[in-house]
């Protein structure tokens, strides 16, 4: 953190500081400057938090996270503000919780912003993680047109902030950019097969044109930007019905309902479990390399390997119901990750059987004590 911005953070939290609030909603006395809802917490009381670390001013670095109450970015979150940084959480929560990041509330670290990126903001920060979208089919196409200013316009707003600022910047980009792809594994340099007009084009173009907004502001602006092409990423604080076939597989099968196929099942994906994820994001931002990087788990397995295997942990007797497939539904993700071993020393750590059992125990815990269930 340079001296500019810890001197304005500094401003910002003794003497600018929102009203504290109690609720669960977010707090109408929350002060609101240029549109943005600043929400904290009661800090009368004590609250316990994760242990974090105690940077010197000179290491401390101020990031945003858009898209901070969502699955990955609330475990980008944890990871950043452990790691000792003060953290800013963006989100519009369309799709993001607030119990996501709700264990941060008060810290002094920490800041929840209550913002759409489709609308400007004006901030300090040294680093921007740009994860705000949609990211589930369901979710994307429910609402394609935010889908696309998202990852559009919400891009061209980040990449602002990033240039006013001289923030380094990352762009969280998808697997979906290689569309069904004919390539196997699929290498960063593979452009893709994919529909512009089908129902998942506004997510997969969306994306393929935040990456081109993106290394347009670095190659005309000089701007330090980071690119992660995220494949099937799994864990908990995943929503229960977000349409995902890890979700859905465990919720059906908690909930002894039949597990829906889409297809013959035979179709295979890639499943990296969050924590991979988050250390190859951060590990990105603090490298020097700035052509995209795929960052997902490289062994495949079938949907319905899958479907056993979340049988067993759940000890569920749920039979396999058959669908027919989704259009544009991929046969077959897998990530070349040579580029990100390289140039990151990453690679995932997390077994696909160690990573579902503790997502199956988060469900568990949720589907437990939920009236409807």
Partial sequence: MNLLTYFLTFL???????????????CPAATATADIKQCSCDTRYAKQYMPVKNLHWSEKKRILVTGGAGFVGSHLVDRLMQDGHEVL??????????????????????????????????????????LASPASPPHYMLNPIRTIKANTLGTLNMLGLARRTNARFLF?????????????????????????????????????????????????????????????????????????????FIL??????????????????????VSDLVDGLVRLMASNYSLPVNLGNPEELSVLELAD???????????????????????RRR??????????????????????????????EYVDSSPSH
């Fill in 12 to 26: 910002q939290y003794f003497f600018f500081s929102p009203a504290c609030c109690t609720s669960d909603e977010f």
């Fill in 89 to 130: 959480a963006l989100d519009n929560f369309a799709t993001g919780r607030r119990h996501n990041i709700e264990h941060w509330l008060g810290h002094s670290n920490f800041e929840l912003i209550h913002h759409d990126v489709s609308e400007p903001i004006h901030i300090q920060v040294d680093e921007i993680y740009h």
């Fill in 172 to 248: 969280s980009s998808t697997s979906e950019v290689y569309g069904d792809p004919a390539v196997h594994p699929q290498p960063e340099s593979y452009w893709g097969n994919v529909n512009p007009i089908g129902p998942r084009a506004c997510y997969d173009e969306s994306k393929r044109l935040g990456e081109t907004l993106t290394y347009a502001y670095s190659n005309r602006l000089g701007l330090s930007v980071k690119i992660a092409r995220i494949f099937n990423t799994y864990g908990p604080r995943m929503q229960l019905d977000d349409g995902r076939v890890v979700s859905n």
């Fill in 252 to 273: 059906q099968s908690l909930t002894n309902k039949p597990l829906t196929v889409y297809g013959s099942g035979n179709q295979t994906r890639s499943f990296q479990y």
């Fill in 309 to 331: 295997i979340v049988r067993q942990f759940t000890g569920s007797n749920s039979s396999i119901e058959f669908s027919s497939i989704p259009v544009d539904d991929p046969q």
């Fill in 335 to 364: 990530p070349d990750i040579e580029v990100a071993k390289i140039q990151l020393g990453w690679e995932p750590i997390v077994k696909i059987r160690d990573g579902l059992h503790k997502t199956v125990e988060y469900f568990r």
